[in-house]
């Protein structure tokens, strides 16, 4: 009989510890409800390095998070959708840059906000973008001697 108690209370550990797991899991990965906010979008030339669930950032902040991302046959270029949070307003003429972490670090979505009298809503697209850079081409540039003359 003490046998099967303790295989019980074992179970109820094994089991309370999963789901305290998955709650864990939910709360700090994409797996949970996406945060109150608003959706932007932007189009970039290259948008390596970013991903579904990656960090919007303004002034170091994060604001938000990359819901979407596809590429617009018509025009090559990566289409994305990203949230920002209620109650952070975006000048009409901010601007989004890729930046990166640091030389190893990975990439995030930067808002640099404009200076205008007028915001952003719901749904509009931040056109002035600047895409990420290749760390690659950055070094062939430097072996080579920079110009292609």
Do not use: C, H, W
């Not at 074992?10 to 109150?36: E, H, K, M, P």
């Not at 932007?42 to 994060?62: C, H, M, N, Q, Y």
């Not at 989004?96 to 952003?120: A, D, R, T």
């Amino acid at each position: 009989m003490s046998a099967v108690r303790t295989e019980a209370t074992v179970g109820a550990v094994v089991v309370a510890a999963a789901a305290g797991f998955l709650i864990y899991a939910t709360q700090f990965t994409s797996l949970s409800a996406s945060s109150a906010g608003y959706p932007l979008t932007a189009s970039f030339r290259s948008i390596e390095g970013v991903s579904v669930g990656t960090d919007v950032r303004l002034a170091g902040v994060k604001i938000g998070t990359v819901t979407d991302i596809v590429l617009d046959p018509a025009t090559f270029r990566a289409d994305a959708e990203f949230t920002v949070a209620n109650g952070v307003e975006l000048p009409d003429d901010s601007a989004v840059v890729i930046s990166s972490e640091g030389l190893l670090g990975g990439n995030f979505v930067e808002i640099l906000p404009g200076g205008s009298p007028f915001n952003l809503a719901a749904g509009d697209e931040i056109e002035d973008t600047q895409s990420s850079v290749s760390l690659i081409s950055l070094l062939l540039k430097f072996v080579s001697g920079g110009d292609d003359e």
